[in-house]
Structure formats: C-alpha cells, structure tokens
C-alpha cells in the first residue's frame, strides 16, 4: 500500500507540474500572436492617446513576467479576469458555459461507454467470425472520418433525409432536461460516432490478452459458456486497460469538441474559445485554454491511478 501511494502522489504531483508548465506555454503562445490588443479593441481610427490610455488600464505595459504572475494568481484566487471585447467577468461567462460543455460530454459517455464495452465483448467473443469483422469494419470506418465531415454527414442524413433533428443545438436557461437533451442529440451521435472505435478496440484487445491465461482454460474445461467466462473471469481481470482508455476518452469529449461545437452552434466552452480568438480576446483565449488542458491532465492523471490501483502487484507486493 505504501508504493502504491507514492506512485499516486508522484503522478498527482508531476500533473500539477505539467500544468504549470502549460499554463507558462499557453501565455507566451497568447503573447507571441501577430497584432496590438489595443488597436483590435479601438479599430484603426483610434488616436494614439487613446491607444495609450487603453495600454495602460489594460497593463499591456508592463513587463510579460509581471502579466503572467498577475494572471497566474488570479487564476490561483478564481479571478480569470474580464473579456476585452465586452467587459463581462470570464469566470462567470465560462461557469454558464462550461456546465452546457459537460451536459453534451456526459450524454455522449453514458451511450458511448456501455456500447463500446459491450461491442467489445461481443467481438472478443467472435474472434475472427463475422460479427467481429462487422464491428471492427464498421467502427475503424466511423473513427476515421473527420469530425467534421461526420457532422456534416449525420445533418444531412437526420435533418434532410430523415428530417427528425434540427440541424442547430440551440440550449438557454431555463430549458427542461428532455429539451436539452432532444437538442443536442445531433452533437451527442457525432461524438458517440468519433469515440467508439478507441473504446471497442481496446476492450477487444484487453479480452484477448486474458483469454490466453490458465485460469481462462480452467474455466473453458468446467464446461462455463464462452459469454460466461468472458463476462465473469476475462472482463473483471481486463478491468484497468478498459478503464484508462474509457477516462482518456472522458477527457477528449470535454477538451477535443470544439469542431462538434462549432459545426453545430452548440454554446458552450468550445464555441466561446473560438468567438474570442477571432477577436484577439487574449484573457478568454487565456482562461478557456488553462480550463481545457486542466480537464485533461486532471482525467489523464485519474487513468493512471486506477491502473496503479488495479495493479495486484503493486496492491500485494511480495
């Protein structure tokens, strides 16, 4: 138990690391873009009194070390600062946001990740029969798809052919969950569509890996059934590759959905970030971009201890 707390608490603490080191590379990228903040808020008619004025309230002044330990301690203290374009408070703007952004990653994963376990035990099951090509041809053809061009390709097919969805995912205060949940159906199907094959494959794989023990012929020799050995002797012992790449997954439908977003005007984080870099609104583009990669890093560090817990040899060293 001690290793395994350590091991824990080593992965917590380079997390927290790489999240400093990102939130250091997502400044200077913000600061190394082409343009003047100042001249993108004013426009070109601005005066240069104005513009200086402007520069100096904003801090634009002082030096990038001081605007990033300002910044950094903000976030620290949950101030993300204000948007330069409309003045509105970023935290409070990315909380409204940010709860539309994990409605639509949470639908996806409650469909997704049954299916994708379920799939994959169904194909390990027929290994190398026919349902087994199916489910792989078909899914290794869905993840391949762009995403966009697999929105593009659900609009057409449940707007035009059969026309059952609307083609924008409008959401506002104040709407029933079953509203919400009919509105974001399109976005959901994509997601679903993008993030199966990963899932599938790999608890297919995992299956197959434990299918070759001892104890798995053991159990084939007391006459169990196939689906029988698979679901109480191979899944359970298969558990922790399933379970870091269903969470790695978890992590991209809440931080790699910014074309689904986008394609289908749904309001959320992703769409946000994409409105405020076409304004050269550096404080959202800033905030938004520390969110994602916190996400991600957060749900990548909770793969790795559910596989250093899942280890029995870590569990019960000898």
Request: aromatic share 8%; hydrophobic share 55%.
């Amino acid at each position: 138990m001690h290793q395994v707390l350590k091991l824990v608490v080593q992965r917590i603490a380079l997390g927290l690391l790489l999240l400093w080191a990102v939130s250091l590379l997502i400044f200077l990228g913000t600061e190394a873009l082409p343009g003047d903040v100042a001249q993108a808020i004013l426009g070109q008619s601005a005066t240069p009194e104005a513009l200086a004025n402007l520069r100096e309230s904003l801090g634009l002044n002082r030096s990038p070390i001081e605007r990033y330990f300002s910044w950094l301690g903000g976030i620290l203290t949950g101030d993300f600062g204000t948007a330069l374009t409309n003045g509105q408070d970023i935290g409070q703007a990315i909380g409204q946001r940010l709860g539309n952004t994990l409605f639509l990653a949470a639908c996806a994963a409650v469909i997704s990740v049954p299916l994708a376990i379920l799939l994959g035990l169904v194909a390990a099951r027929y290994n190398g029969r026919w349902p087994d090509k199916v489910i792989s041809g078909v899914t290794l053809s869905t993840i391949s798809l762009p995403e966009f061009v697999a929105a593009y390709f659900v609009i057409f097919l449940l707007t035009q052919v059969i026309p059952i969805f609307q083609p924008v995912a409008m959401v506002f205060p104040g709407m029933s969950f079953w509203d919400r949940l009919n509105a974001v159906a399109l976005p959901v199907i994509v997601l679903v569509l993008v993030v199966l094959a990963h899932m599938m494959r790999m608890t297919r794989a995992a299956i197959l890996n434990v299918m070759q023990s001892a104890y798995i012929e053991t159990a084939e020799l007391k006459g169990l059934s196939p689906m029988r050995v698979i679901w109480r002797h191979a899944f359970p012992n298969a558990i922790a590759p399933i379970v870091s790449v269903v969470v790695l997954n978890l992590a991209y439908l809440v931080v790699g959905v910014v074309v689904v977003e986008v394609v289908f005007s749904y309001n959320a984080l992703g769409q946000y970030l994409v409105d405020h870099v076409a304004k050269r609104d550096l404080p959202v583009v800033q905030a938004v971009g520390l969110i994602f990669a916190a996400v991600y890093i957060g749900l990548n560090i909770l793969a790795d201890v559910i596989a250093i817990v899942a280890n029995p040899r870590l569990r019960h060293p000898k």
